[in-house]
Nanobody, 118 residues
Framework: QAPLVESGGDLVQAGGSLRLACVAS???????????MAWYRQAPGNQREWVAT???????GYADSVKGRFTISRENAKNTVHLQMNNLKPEDTAVYYC?????????WGQGTQVTVSS
């Protein structure tokens, strides 16, 4: 199994909500509760960009474009990071990935597609 597996993407209308999940596995994440985890996204024709970060102590940070609409959280017992996305906009359309912060290149997974229709 890949070290990071994302899920939860879907097609939604503008104003809708989605909750993404990322499950971490393997020896690299033996200390998952101490890992700084993040969500990133890549829209067609654009570079991958950072979306949100969660520290081991639960503190968080967000890109200005999603602040107030997205919430990152973690379930350490399940080695899982979530991204709750509310009030989605068409410009949120992208493939969403999780990784460490800063990202670890070999850990990039397949991502999960989020498409927001207007």
């Amino acid at each position: 199994q890949a070290p990071l597996v994302e899920s939860g993407g879907d097609l939604v209308q503008a104003g809708g909500s989605l909750r993404l999940a990322c499950v971490a596995s393997g020896p690299i994440f033996r200390g998952f509760s101490r890992s700084i985890m993040a969500w990133y996204r890549q829209a067609p024709g654009n570079q991958r960009e950072w979306v949100a970060t969660i520290m081991g102590d639960g503190s968080t940070g967000y890109a200005d474009s999603v602040k107030g609409r997205f919430t990152i959280s973690r379930e350490n017992a399940k080695n899982t990071v979530h991204l709750q996305m509310n009030n989605l906009k068409p410009e949120d359309t992208a493939v969403y990935y999780c990784n460490t912060r800063p990202p670890t290149r070999p850990l990039w997974g397949q991502g999960t597609q989020v498409t927001v229709s207007s």
